[in-house]
């Protein structure tokens, strides 16, 4: 039987700024990069599916984070990468109270 996933609690919402770019966490030893785009919260594992650069190093533009390295581009929404078969891994993300709560699935 499968136990459930966690809800852990990330970071102060005002601690996250809708300015183009994303906060790296370590969250129950993920790394985690957190986006505010649109007015919504996004969470992704930190890495670019491509070759593992921090997505956090790239910016976001019409709702994708634009990889500083190769200029891939990651969908904050799904992961998915334009025209590509890669796709970054995203977690449940919300804003409960004054603070931005990722669900991270519990280890086997």
């Known amino acids: ?13 005002e601690e ?6 994303g906060r ?4 129950d030893g ?20 491509h070759l593992g650069f921090p997505l956090t190093e790239g910016i976001v533009q ?6 500083g390295w190769h200029g891939w ?3 904050l929404e799904d992961g998915g990468c334009s025209g590509k ?6 977690f449940p993300c919300e804003v409960r109270g ?3 709560w990722v669900e991270i699935p519990e280890k086997v």
């Open 1 to 13: 039987m499968s136990r459930p996933n966690k809800w852990l609690q990330v970071v102060p919402v």
């Open 16 to 21: 996250v700024v809708e300015d183009g770019v």
């Open 24 to 27: 790296a966490f370590q969250v």
């Open 30 to 49: 993920l790394d985690i990069a957190i986006f505010k785009w649109d007015q919504n919260y996004f969470a992704l594992e930190n890495f670019c599916p």
């Open 62 to 67: 019409d709702g994708n984070v634009i990889c």
């Open 73 to 75: 581009r990651v969908r």
């Open 85 to 90: 078969t890669l796709v970054a891994r995203t």
């Open 98 to 100: 004054d603070a931005v």
